[in-house]
């Protein structure tokens, strides 16, 4: 438990100082809709999520979950290069891993998937690995042209059961399998062809068009869009119990 009890104590926060989660509410729109910002804030390595990091964003979405003054959370990142290049590799080898890892990551990926509120992406870079996982969870998705999503675990020696599961569920095997064998990148059109993404934006409107996005989302019952983002929900859940498949080659090849 150990990784748990150092992440919850340094991995969010509400300010604007330098921690794997930034944090931020917003008010928008004429009705004044109240949106939670989850920003990734690891630029300096892809945005790719440590401990801390894994826990953080898990922990905000379930107290935005039942949180009355959050209507919707749009999950974004610094940077312009990387969304997310999925979990950090180089800080996996520790006392505590590679189970450590495995377990935070299926903890925000339930997190995210059992969200019934707007779950909005502004996506601006590059989503590899667990950061494709990420955006393959959220409701809605909005993508700039440099954006695209990438597989490559194979390469490295890592089987990723999980994103394979994901792809198959919500494109079918003949996508998954591509993905996954081939590790090339799925582009912003591709995706935004395959309803992978809802809109493509200029990077300087991309959170703009995000609140756009949560805004008209939030324009629907709210009880009867609880039950529809169950359902969908319900769709990937299986998925992330192939992260289980992943413990024994969760470490980096040497």
């Known amino acids: 438990m150990g990784i748990l009890e150092n992440a919850k104590k340094s991995g969010l926060s509400h300010a604007n100082d330098a921690v794997p989660v930034r944090v931020q509410d917003t008010v928008e729109g004429d009705a004044g809709a109240r949106i939670r910002w989850i920003e990734i804030n690891r630029p300096e390595r892809a945005n790719a999520l440590d401990a801390a990091a894994f826990v953080a964003m898990r922990e905000e979405l379930l107290l935005a979950a039942t949180s009355e003054v959050v209507d919707a959370v749009i999950l974004t990142s610094n940077g312009t290069r990387y969304f997310c290049a999925g979990g950090d590799r180089a800080a996996a080898v520790g006392a505590d891993m590679p189970e450590g890892y495995s377990v935070l990551m299926h903890g925000l990926m339930e997190a995210m998937l059992t969200f019934q509120k707007p779950l909005v992406g502004a996506v601006g870079g590059a989503a590899i690995g667990g950061g494709a996982m990420l955006v393959l969870a959220m409701h809605q998705v909005v ?28 494109c079918g095997a003949a996508l998954a399998r591509e993905m996954v064998i081939s590790g090339k990148r799925l582009t912003a059109p591709r995706c935004l062809t395959l309803s992978l993404a809802n809109e493509l934006a200029p990077a300087s409107d991309l959170r703009q068009r995000a609140v756009d996005h949560a805004l008209a989302l939030l324009a629907i019952d709210k009880a009867a869009y609880a039950v529809q983002a169950a359902l969908a929900g319900s769709v990937l859940l299986p998925a992330i119990r192939a992260l289980r498949l992943e413990l024994q080659t969760i470490l980096p090849v040497t």
Not at 145 to 165: D, I, M, N, T, W
């Open 143 to 170: 993508m700039t042209e440099a954006a695209y999503l990438q597989s490559p675990e194979l390469r490295h020696g890592l089987v990723p059961a999980a994103q394979f599961s994901m792809y198959e569920a919500l």
